[in-house]
């Protein structure tokens, strides 16, 4: 007897199931094992992704195929020719000859395509010949059946879940010849083609059943009600897709104080790259990510993605990012014409490094050695196109998450056949519930029904079904979605009956507003001759100079660069340059209508955020701030407000003082003039006489002195968080502190930068563990 299951977490958790027997166990494996070992091409290797990609390319070169649109340049094509893998891939299962597909009541360019693709998959087939491989597409046609393995197991149990291609089931008829086969499988609404395989199979099914039935004897052995229980369902919307992560920790909360255990509760992701957002989440470990953790998001995937998007297009963004990452551009410049396989792998090599984790170092250096052997029997390619491949070949891998989180968080396919007690559902939102197949690229469903392919319905009672097996198999289910101007709830929901929750989306924002300390560290003097005033003098400078002479003295005497470590981590410092970038384009051509604000801000923040799950949080959290002030700014316009001018650079003499600095913003109503700074951290304006008097921040006073030629003129902070402009209530006598410390500067030559008294200081300071070296 063996049983068979559709996922290896089925497998692992019928095993579990005997744990405390002491029995011998049956022998139990994946459908996918079973077909690998049922099915074999004599004479024949399977060919692996990167070269399916290359012979599909080398195909693909015929007059004809620029017909299709598909573009052929190396790169591209190899993100497109997905889809032409799944289609073909489709009709080999479905055992759909091309030239059968049904073009009647079609237009003329749709049956030039489907002959251009026709073309495409005979050259194809012929060049995985002629390298004596196999895969995907041509298995069902080639394969013969092993006999001898079948009719060893004797005994085989498949326990189905959703649905079974022609090829799938030629195998079963096969099976059936040699040893005993039985089936076990739900019957709902939603697998409507399960049953009528088994009707034609001799087995008469009931709707709302759970069935094990003997495909030999023609007879069904046992039958359980599929619903035994009604389940309760809560459904939450947010307005921002992160929001739905203190969701989750709260519904884990809840379920856990009613009884149930953490092993027994999954969060379930219909869309799988929001693992991310709650893995950053997940402070204390809590969560076991059973797809494990992707390598596209670990260290060696984006430093080799940098250095690709660097390559090919030379933007400000793409050289940050490198240096994000630790990683100098000059390096990169002539790699395009690296050929050889040698240089090739050691480069590669290169962005390896020993701060990666241990299993996605070994991951790397296996991928490498196969790597280098296929190189060995391909075309040649540059680096570019090596690197490219590689990363598409080590992108799907994932490293096991083995933090020891008891609570499961699954994709929906893994999910199938498993149950759970509690089930969160997340982005249950209309374009990810139901997906959307690549498959439905070439055809339509029309032509899909006529030929017998799954349809657009088929595919989505599929989905159906998954989720009903997930929700009624489960005590207790929480759902939530993102609701609005650009997302929908997914029209399932209307099959459900769901509780709404009637929580206010501010209990949620809190969790994601905290801030983290550094530790004290330990600081240290040095005495010169120095000119101040020899470059401009900018208000950050002189602020840096009161702060602390010593960091003065390392950054802009010595030239010291401050200490960055390569990180995906979402750096304050640049999101508020992010912002300030952000609102200049913005206000180019200010909109005057609250949506507008909010539609172009998110657009212009999506473009040019670092594609990380912190980067999404902190960024989604930055569009709930600024939702503030917009209707701030909506309402300054209508009182008369206008911008005078964005990022201002002024250089200025100043009684002998040679000043500089950029006004973020100067609005002008009549002949008023106000000037602005944006802030995005806190602002350090102080409403006692004594504090005010003491900051060492001067920028808005430099403004002024800036400005002065405009007239009539006011400076201000503009608190982004709290939308709302700040004064200083001492701006004069701040003013006459100012010019002193110019004066003081101006009058000596001689100074002593010593260390700051001000503990606080050195704790945020980046230069602390370098300033403690010196004696």
């Known amino acids: 007897m063996i049983e068979v299951f559709y996922t290896a977490r089925q497998v692992r958790d019928f095993y579990e199931s005997f744990s405390n027997n002491n029995q011998l166990l049956t022998k139990a494996i994946t459908i996918a094992e079973l077909e690998s070992k049922a099915w074999i091409v004599p004479n024949a290797i399977q060919a692996d992704d990167d070269t399916r990609a290359l012979l599909m390319r080398e195909a693909s070169v015929f007059s004809n195929f620029e017909k299709l649109h598909i573009p052929k340049e190396f790169m591209a094509f190899l993100q497109n020719s997905n889809y032409i893998f799944r289609f073909f891939e489709e009709l080999a299962n479905e055992e759909v000859k091309i030239d059968e597909l049904d073009l009647s009541d079609t237009y003329a360019e749709f049956s030039e395509h489907i002959t251009i693709l026709k073309e495409l998959l005979e050259r194809y087939s012929i060049l995985l010949e002629q390298k004596g491989m196999f895969d995907k597409i041509t ?58 395989w088994l009707k034609e199979e001799g087995i008469d099914t009931t709707l709302g059943t759970l069935i094990e039935c003997d495909l030999n004897e023609k007879k069904v052995i ?68 059973a797809m494990g953790f992707e390598m596209k ?11 690709l998007k660097y390559m090919k297009e030379d933007k400000l963004e793409h050289s940050f990012r490198l240096f994000r990452f630790g990683l100098d551009e000059k390096s990169y410049f002539d790699l395009h014409k690296k050929t050889d396989i040698n240089d090739i792998i050691s480069i590669l090599k290169s962005f390896i490094r020993e701060d ?229 384009e913005l206000f180019q051509k200010p909109p005057f209508l ?88 806190r602002i350090s304006i102080d409403a006692s006489e004594k504090k005010a008097l003491e900051s060492n921040d001067f920028q808005l006073e430099f403004y002024s002195l800036l400005c002065e030629d405009l007239g009539n003129t006011r400076a201000a902070f503009y608190d982004l968080n709290e939308a709302q402009i700040v004064e200083s209530g001492y701006f004069n006598e701040r003013k006459e502190i100012l010019l002193k410390h110019l004066h003081f500067l101006k009058q000596n030559s001689t100074f002593v930068f010593d260390e700051t008294e001000d503990k606080k200081i050195c704790r945020k300071c980046q230069f602390n563990k370098f300033c403690g070296s010196y004696a």
């Open 139 to 196: 298995l069902p046609k080639i394969a013969k059946l092993n006999i001898p393995y079948i009719s060893s197991l004797k005994r085989i149990r498949i326990h189905l879940e959703g649905y079974l291609s022609r090829f799938e089931i030629r195998l079963l008829k096969n099976i059936k010849k040699y040893c005993k086969l039985e089936i076990v499988t739900p019957v709902s609404l939603y697998n409507k083609k399960t049953a009528q």
């Open 356 to 584: 990666d984790f241990t299993e996605e170092r070994e991951i790397i250096e296996n991928e490498l050695f196969l790597f280098e052997k296929f190189l060995q029997d391909s075309i040649e390619l540059n680096f570019e196109q090596a690197a490219t491949l590689f990363l598409k070949r080590v992108e799907k891998k994932s490293i096991d998450d083995n933090r020891g989180g008891k609570i499961t968080v699954i994709g929906v396919l893994e999910s199938r056949g498993v149950k759970y007690d509690g089930v969160i559902i997340v982005d249950f939102n209309d374009d990810i519930v139901p997906k959307r197949s690549s498959k439905d690229m070439f055809i339509s469903s029309l032509v899909r029904s006529r030929s017998n392919l799954p349809t657009t319905e088929d595919r989505e009672n599929l989905q159906r079904f998954f989720y009903d097996r997930l929700i009624n198999n489960a005590k207790i289910v929480a759902i939530s979605c993102v609701e609005n101007e650009e997302k929908l709830p997914s029209r399932f929901l209307k099959n459900l009956h769901v509780i709404d929750e009637d929580i206010s989306e501010e209990s949620y924002k809190a969790i994601l507003f905290r801030e983290n300390h550094t530790k004290k560290r330990e600081k240290k003097s040095f005495v010169c001759e120095y000119d101040f005033f020899a470059q401009p003098l900018s208000s950050s400078k002189l602020k840096t100079y009161l702060e602390c002479p010593k960091k003065y003295y390392l950054k802009y005497i010595k030239g010291y660069k401050e200490a960055f470590m390569p990180t995906t981590a979402c750096d304050a410092r640049v999101m508020g340059m992010l912002v300030h970038e952000v609102l200049k």
């Open 594 to 681: 609250l949506a507008e604000f909010k539609k172009r801000a998110k657009e212009l923040i999506d473009a040019k955020r670092v594609k990380s799950a912190l980067w999404e949080i902190e960024s989604d959290i930055w569009l709930l701030r600024l939702e503030k002030f917009f209707i701030l700014e909506t309402q300054r316009f209508e009182e008369g407000w206008e911008i005078f001018a964005l990022e201002k650079n002024e250089n200025r003499q100043i009684e002998g003082f040679n000043l500089t600095g950029i006004v973020d913003r100067v609005d002008k109503k009549g002949d008023e003039y106000l000037l602005l700074d944006y802030k995005t951290g």
């Open 222 to 289: 046992k039958s359980d009600n599929l619903y035994l229980s009604n389940v309760t369902v809560f459904y939450k919307s947010f307005s921002l897709r992160v929001l739905q992560a203190p969701f989750v920790f709260g519904k884990i909360e809840e379920f856990v104080k009613s009884g149930i255990l953490p092993e027994n509760i999954a969060v379930v992701l219909p869309d799988e790259s929001f693992a991310h957002i709650l893995k950053e989440v997940d402070k204390l470990n809590n969560l076991n990510f």
């Open 297 to 307: 998001y670990l260290g060696f995937c984006q430093r080799l993605q940098a250095v």
